[in-house]
């Protein structure tokens, strides 16, 4: 009979006892065909497809990504319905992830099952994870505190490192285009006799442009070097261990003004984590995951540093036990235990030394969840009790119901509750900081409807949520807000025909300070993206469009509201498989260099056209 296997933060069914990591590498082979329904793992932790999944999800295959005008993690993820993105600049700058008009703080962004969430700044920097290092992307809109804890407010999203499939395979990928643009990746991996490995680097860099308006008249580049790598291997027919490696780093560049008087920070994200799995009996495993992720920055005046570099790490021991209850219900038991520790030294700023900061606080949680079905009814009930050394006890849950009608038509209910705690920079950082702040609250109620069919797939969802004691800048400190409240909805259709693929999405999101009945900044009402891609011989060429309303933003000179225009770009790409193991692509973004403004004074990326000649073997 079919086992439970586990590895990380996600379970999959299979026949086998291998690790989690061969088995989802190998499950999208099984449904190559699904193509217009693929599979996701991380609303529930357990593999299912788009269709069987009670929840909004969106999920980028590697195909998707090379087929896609984005250079960048978080150019994929624009114009997902409900996903709206700011960026301060160009590429490597400071950007935030806003999922249903949740705060930038609110997206629990994972590689490979570890947060990068470190409780530093709290949001995951999506700007320093090199698209070239992602095998899958899988994005989850919702509450999903009650299997991940804090962080998961407005969502998840999953990026997936590539893993192979065969004895051996590599690939060698060289890029050059405007600004300046070089890059480089080169991957190897294999899998045999149950044990994988696979090595990814990676190097981008960019010229840039100008990063905010009016100061310092000059391109402000952007520097990247990474490593991806890993191993796991079936040890005994009851076990199997594991480990990987992810870090990336490198240089940005920015105007003085912006910061404190730098004008260049050196970064560093990592996370490394250790893994076992257990086959107890047929009906239950048991993971066992040490895991450790860390920020590092360190800023600079025209070259000279600024004192040593703001550590951030976050450690994390995890159990976690699966047991098949029943042929149609899975239970799942685990504890987790947290550390977070934020280091800042002594620097000097533009108005003069700023405090050293060394602060650290633990979390311990445990949480289960039961996940099944009855005939056509499927659901999903979860509970997590969270004990925060800094800001005490949290339960945090949800319930979710489907009902399949059939492929064409399946409705769905949710409700779910989330928490985030404050974090250290805004607790602590000197000038800008409250130490009084509260754990901001949330819960959100979802109505969808789902289907899919031999060439097209839809998805329609409406959401309400209420965020109680909402942390806002309104000067320049933070501060609680009583609540905001925000309602929306979402809605997309793809359809194949022939050698025709056409996508449309579109979001609405209504975020408000109920305070004041203000929009909350940096959140566009409305935001959309339409797809086309035709396919001959060997082929492919793709047009997109993405485009977003009005929004507005903080004037932090004069600490004014001020209102951004909407606009809309067009993106395009094209490549062509020149022979086995060769393929020429070419990428044009904002083609027609419109301005896309999404964080006030600062410049968007402008066009950049960039060309890639890719070998497999």
């Known amino acids: 009979m079919p086992v439970h296997v586990q590895r990380g933060d996600i379970i999959v069914t299979t026949p086998t006892r291998l690790s989690l990591a061969i088995a989802i590498t190998l499950a999208p082979l099984a449904v190559e065909a699904e193509e217009l329904d693929p599979i996701v793992v991380t609303s529930a932790k357990t593999v299912e497809t788009v269709n069987q999944s009670n929840a909004s999800v969106t999920t980028f295959t590697r195909e998707d990504i090379e087929n896609s005008p984005a250079n960048t993690l978080d150019e994929l993820l624009i114009g997902i319905p409900g996903i709206s993105v700011a960026n301060s600049g160009g590429y490597g700058k400071q950007t935030s992830l806003f999922t249903r008009g949740t705060e930038s703080n609110h997206t629990l962004v994972m590689v490979d099952g570890v947060r990068i969430n470190t409780a530093q700044e709290g949001a995951g920097l999506i700007q320093h994870i090199p698209l070239s290092q992602v095998e899958r992307v899988e994005v989850v809109r919702g509450p999903r505190s009650s299997l991940y804890g804090s962080d998961a407010l407005g969502g998840v999203v999953q990026v997936f490192s590539r893993r192979p499939d065969v004895s051996f395979e590599g690939m060698t990928e060289l890029t050059a285009g405007t600004e300046d643009t070089y890059g480089i990746t080169q991957y190897l991996g294999g899998a045999q006799d149950g044990t994988r490995w696979d090595l990814t680097v990676s190097g981008l860099q960019t010229g840039g442009n100008d990063a905010q308006k009016g100061f310092e008249p000059d391109d402000d580049g952007f520097d990247n ?76 005046v025209d070259d000279q540093p600024q004192g040593k570099s703001t550590i951030g790490t976050q450690t994390k021991a995890s159990a976690t036990l699966d047991y098949v209850v029943l042929a149609n219900m899975d239970a799942k038991l685990g504890f987790e235990r947290t550390d977070d520790d934020y280091d800042q030294p002594t620097q000097q700023g533009a108005f003069g030394p700023t405090p050293a900061i060394d602060e650290e606080r633990f979390n311990n949680a445990v949480f289960g969840q039961l996940l099944g079905g009855w005939k056509a009814f499927s659901y999903q009930l979860g509970l997590r009790h969270d004990n925060n050394e800094q800001f005490g006890e949290h339960t945090t849950g949800n319930a979710v119901i489907g009902y399949e009608i059939t492929p064409a038509a399946k409705p769905y209910a949710s409700y779910g509750t989330a928490f985030v705690t404050p974090t250290f920079v805004d607790l602590y950082f000197p000038g800008f900081s409250n130490p009084n702040l509260d754990p901001e609250q949330g819960e959100t109620a979802e109505i969808g409807l789902k289907g899919s069919g031999d060439h097209w797939r839809y998805s ?53 300070n109920a305070d004041s009945d203000e929009q909350l ?37 004069a600490f004014q509201r001020v209102r951004m225009a909407g606009f809309a770009v067009t993106d395009l790409s094209a490549s062509w498989k020149v022979r086995d193991g060769v393929e020429l692509e070419a990428k044009a973004r904002n083609v027609f260099d419109q301005e896309a403004e999404t964080v006030f004074g600062y410049n968007d990326r402008g066009r950049l056209v960039t060309a890639t000649i890719r070998f497999r073997y």
């Open 225 to 300: 070097a990474s490593i991806n790598g890993g191993f796991e291997s079936q040890v005994t027919d009851n076990a199997a261990v594991g480990a990987r490696l992810y870090q990336s780093e490198g240089r940005y560049e920015f105007d003085q003004s912006s910061t404190m008087g730098a004008d260049k920070s050196d970064f560093l994200q990592r996370t490394l984590q250790a893994y076992t799995d257990l086959q107890l009996s047929d009906r239950a495993s048991l993971n066992l995951t040490l895991s450790e992720a860390t920020e590092r920055r360190r800023d600079y």
């Open 521 to 557: 900044i940096r959140r566009p009402k409305w935001s959309g993206r339409a797809s086309a891609r035709y396919e001959i011989s060997d082929v492919s060429l793709r047009a997109d469009v993405r485009s977003q309303g009005h929004s507005h933003d903080t004037d932090f000179a």
């Open 460 to 512: 329609i969802a409406a959401f309400y949520s209420e965020i109680e004691d909402l942390i806002v800048f309104p000067g320049s400190q933070p501060e609680n807000v009583d609540s905001s409240y925000i309602r929306g909805g979402e809605a997309s259709v793809a359809y194949d025909w022939n050698q025709w693929w056409f996508e449309l999405a579109a979001g609405y999101t209504r975020a408000v």
